[in-house]
């Protein structure tokens, strides 16, 4: 009976530490993806609730840095370098916080992310940008906080904070013409060299076509002999030959291929090469 009692209360042990009580988190998080133009935006925050109190003014107070939301620092990331105020804020991801007021909001974005609320030391040189908007007030009362990406262009959109009756937006501009421009400019360029190599490279390692995988490996040499041919490329090319039939032609062009990395210090594709080169002169 002893033995049934401490098994027993052994079992109720083991599911009380393995067991978690889970329920809803006061201010739970949010996080969402949303393309503008050709620029990826990423918002991640925390959404608590009014429930009855007064906002800004009171449970957020006027001239006081705040998280812009709850429990870890809000935060954006941008896909691209993008335009605020005439200013550009690089490529990356920051914390959003705001400095409020009855009559102007001063919103900053940060470079350190890692801060649960406002930053216990607060550093200027972490301020990647200040912008200044005036508060519009909302006909409508918005219960929980929201950050949300609206009024969506090909080149700009507006970051929206909104709780209560208040809303803030602070609109950004995107590079959509430039980087479309590059996207057509290197479209119709045609492909690059290493479009070829991985072309001929497929075919190589799928056992395919290997005269049209000759064909891209040389497009891909003569594409960059000017600037000197990656060592790696001209081993794609010899194996290739070897495997044509063409050891002579192999041979040299892993020789090639053998000076290129030796003056790389590659050891790797030196021992590789001459282990092929010692091979394909036997046969």
Excluded: C
Aim: net charge positive; proline share 4%.
């Amino acid at each position: 009976m002893k033995k049934i009692v401490l098994a027993f209360t052994f079992f109720v042990a083991t599911m009380t530490v393995g067991a978690q009580v889970k329920t809803p988190a006061p201010s739970p998080r949010a996080n969402f993806k949303q393309s503008v133009g050709l620029t990826d935006i990423e918002i991640d925050y925390s959404r608590p609730s009014a429930k009855g109190r007064a906002v800004f003014g009171n449970l957020v107070p006027f001239g006081k840095m705040w998280r812009t939301g709850a429990n870890k620092n809000s935060m954006i990331t941008f896909g691209d370098d993008v335009v605020i105020d005439g200013k550009t804020v690089k490529q990356g991801r920051y914390a959003i916080f705001a400095l409020p007021k009855a009559d102007n909001w001063e919103v900053v974005f940060y470079t350190d992310t890692e801060n649960w609320g406002t930053p216990e030391n607060w550093d200027e040189a972490k301020v990647a940008l200040r912008t200044n908007v005036k508060p519009e007030t909302l006909t409508r009362n918005v219960e929980t906080f929201t950050i949300s990406l609206n009024n969506i262009a090909n080149d700009f959109a507006h970051l929206e904070i909104s709780w209560e009756k208040t809303l803030v937006a602070i609109k950004f501009e995107v590079p959509t013409s430039k980087l479309a421009m590059a996207s057509i400019d290197k479209v119709l360029a045609g492909p690059s060299a290493g479009d070829y190599f991985s072309s001929a490279q497929y075919f190589f390692q799928s056992n395919g076509d290997m005269t049209k995988a000759l064909e891209y490996v040389n497009k891909a040499v003569a594409m960059t002999a000017e600037k000197g041919t990656p060592f790696w490329y001209n081993r794609l090319k010899s194996q290739i030959q070897a495997k044509l039939g063409d050891k002579k032609g192999a041979i040299e062009t892993a020789k090639a291929s053998l000076e290129a990395a030796e003056k790389a210090g590659n050891a790797d594709y030196v021992k590789m090469n001459k282990d092929s080169i010692s091979e394909w002169s036997k046969k």
